[in-house]
C-alpha cells in the first residue's frame, strides 16, 4: 500500500519529536521504502533545513542524519553511505565527492585512486570551468580553497602536478625536456613563460603553501629542477625576482638567502638596510612601535 508524502512526513515528524520511538517496522523496505527514504530526506534539506546546494555539499554530513534522528536508516538501509541517501532523494544530482564532509572513506579501497582522478578532473573541467590546456591557474590554493586539498595529500604528496598528470590533463611542459626551444626564455612571451614555470615549480613539484615559499626557495631549486637557465635569463639569477613576479609584494628581498646583485651597495642601500631592520624588529620580532629603537 503506498503511502502518501504527507503521510510519510507526518510519522517522520513523529519520530523526530519523540512522540514515537522508531518508524514502523520495514517502512524503509523495497521500493516503497526507498520512495518514503526520498521524500523525508528531501523535507529534511528542503524544508527543516533551508539548505541550497551548496549548502549540501559543505554541511551534509552522517552527523546532521543522526541529529535528526535517521541513523537507523542511514546504517540499515543505505551501508552507512551519507551519499547514497542523498543521491536516492536526488538521483544524478550529487557526486559522491562533492560532499565536503562525506569523504573519510570514499578514496579507499581498490577503487580509491580511480575515484580520485575523476573527482580531479570533474574539478578542473566542471567546477573550474577550465577546458582548455592552459592550467596554470590550477594551484594548490585553489584545491584547498575548495577543499579537494585532502585527495592531494592522500594520493600525490600534496603536489597539484602529479594529480592533474595522473588524472590526464597535462602533459609534460617544455621546460621539463632536456632542452627549451630556441628563444622559449626570450622577450615578453619568455617571460610568460618563466611566471608559469616559477608558478609550476612552487605549487605542483615542491607544493608548499605560498607562506613557505622563503623557506623552500634558493637558487639551487630553480636548478634542482632544470630552471637555472630561465631564471639567469629572466631574473638576472635572483630568486626574489621570480617568485615576487608571480606573487608580487608577498616578500623581501633579504627572505631568499641572498638579496639581488647590488641591493645592498647600490644608491638605495641606506634605504634598504632601514627596511630590513624595520622588517626584522616590527614584523619579525614584533615589537611595539610606540618607543621605536633608533637605526
Request: hydrophobic letters at 40%; one cysteine or more; aromatic letters at 14%.
Given at each position: 500500500?503506498?503511502?502518501?508524502?504527507?503521510?510519510?512526513?507526518?510519522?517522520?515528524?513523529?519520530?523526530?519529536?519523540?512522540?514515537?520511538?522508531?518508524?514502523?517496522?520495514?517502512?524503509?523496505?523495497?521500493?516503497?521504502?526507498?520512495?518514503?527514504?526520498?521524500?523525508?530526506?528531501?523535507?529534511?534539506?528542503?524544508?527543516?533545513?533551508?539548505?541550497?546546494?551548496?549548502?549540501?555539499?559543505?554541511?551534509?554530513?552522517?552527523?546532521?542524519?543522526?541529529?535528526?534522528?535517521?541513523?537507523?536508516?542511514?546504517?540499515?538501509?543505505?551501508?552507512?553511505?551519507?551519499?547514497?541517501?542523498?543521491?536516492?532523494?536526488?538521483?544524478?544530482?550529487?557526486?559522491?565527492?562533492?560532499?565536503?564532509?562525506?569523504?573519510?572513506?570514499?578514496?579507499?579501497?581498490?577503487?580509491?585512486?580511480?575515484?580520485?582522478?575523476?573527482?580531479?578532473?570533474?574539478?578542473?573541467?566542471?567546477?573550474?570551468?577550465?577546458?582548455?590546456?592552459?592550467?596554470?591557474?590550477?594551484?594548490?590554493?585553489?584545491f584547498m580553497q575548495h577543499k579537494m586539498d585532502g585527495i592531494l595529500h592522500k594520493f600525490y604528496g600534496m603536489s597539484v602536478w602529479r594529480a592533474l598528470e595522473d588524472a590526464g590533463l597535462v602533459q609534460s611542459y617544455p621546460w621539463e625536456s632536456?632542452?627549451?626551444?630556441?628563444?622559449?626564455?626570450?622577450?615578453?612571451?619568455?617571460?610568460?613563460?618563466?611566471?608559469?614555470?616559477?608558478?609550476?615549480?612552487?605549487?605542483?613539484?615542491?607544493?608548499?603553501?605560498?607562506?613557505?615559499?622563503?623557506?623552500?626557495?634558493?637558487?639551487?631549486?630553480?636548478?634542482?629542477?632544470?630552471?637555472?637557465?630561465?631564471?639567469?635569463?629572466?631574473?638576472?639569477?635572483?630568486?626574489?625576482?621570480?617568485?615576487?613576479?608571480?606573487?608580487?609584494?608577498?616578500?623581501?628581498?633579504?627572505?631568499?638567502?641572498?638579496?639581488?646583485?647590488?641591493?645592498?651597495?647600490?644608491?638605495?642601500?641606506?634605504?634598504?638596510?632601514?627596511?630590513?631592520?624595520?622588517?626584522?624588529?616590527?614584523?619579525?620580532?614584533?615589537?611595539?612601535?610606540?618607543?621605536?629603537?633608533?637605526?
Open positions: 500500500m503506498l503511502t502518501t508524502d504527507d503521510a510519510v512526513i507526518a510519522i517522520y515528524e513523529d519520530v523526530l519529536h519523540e512522540r514515537v520511538h522508531a518508524f514502523p517496522p520495514y517502512f524503509f523496505t523495497g521500493e516503497e521504502g526507498l520512495r518514503c527514504a526520498a521524500v523525508i530526506v528531501r523535507y529534511l534539506v528542503e524544508q527543516k533545513l533551508g539548505w541550497a546546494r551548496e549548502d549540501v555539499c559543505e554541511h551534509l554530513s552522517r552527523e546532521t542524519l543522526d541529529e535528526f534522528r535517521l541513523a537507523g536508516m542511514v546504517k540499515s538501509y543505505f551501508g552507512g553511505s551519507v551519499f547514497a541517501v542523498l543521491d536516492n532523494a536526488y538521483p544524478g544530482e550529487y557526486l559522491a565527492w562533492e560532499l565536503v564532509r562525506a569523504r573519510r572513506a570514499l578514496f579507499s579501497g581498490a577503487d580509491g585512486q580511480d575515484l580520485a582522478r575523476q573527482a580531479i578532473r570533474w574539478f578542473v573541467r566542471d567546477k573550474l570551468a577550465l577546458q582548455g590546456d592552459d592550467l596554470s591557474g590550477v594551484s594548490l590554493e585553489v632536456a632542452k627549451t626551444p630556441n628563444h622559449y626564455w626570450q622577450g615578453e612571451q619568455g617571460r610568460e613563460h618563466a611566471e608559469a614555470a616559477v608558478r609550476w615549480l612552487v605549487e605542483q613539484k615542491l607544493g608548499v603553501s605560498i607562506e613557505d615559499i622563503p623557506k623552500a626557495v634558493r637558487f639551487t631549486t630553480f636548478k634542482d629542477y632544470g630552471l637555472d637557465t630561465m631564471i639567469k635569463t629572466v631574473f638576472g639569477g635572483s630568486p626574489f625576482r621570480a617568485i615576487d613576479a608571480v606573487y608580487p609584494g608577498r616578500f623581501r628581498p633579504w627572505q631568499f638567502g641572498c638579496a639581488p646583485q647590488g641591493f645592498w651597495s647600490g644608491p638605495d642601500k641606506e634605504r634598504h638596510i632601514q627596511e630590513a631592520m624595520e622588517w626584522l624588529v616590527y614584523d619579525k620580532l614584533q615589537l611595539s612601535r610606540e618607543a621605536p629603537p633608533v637605526f
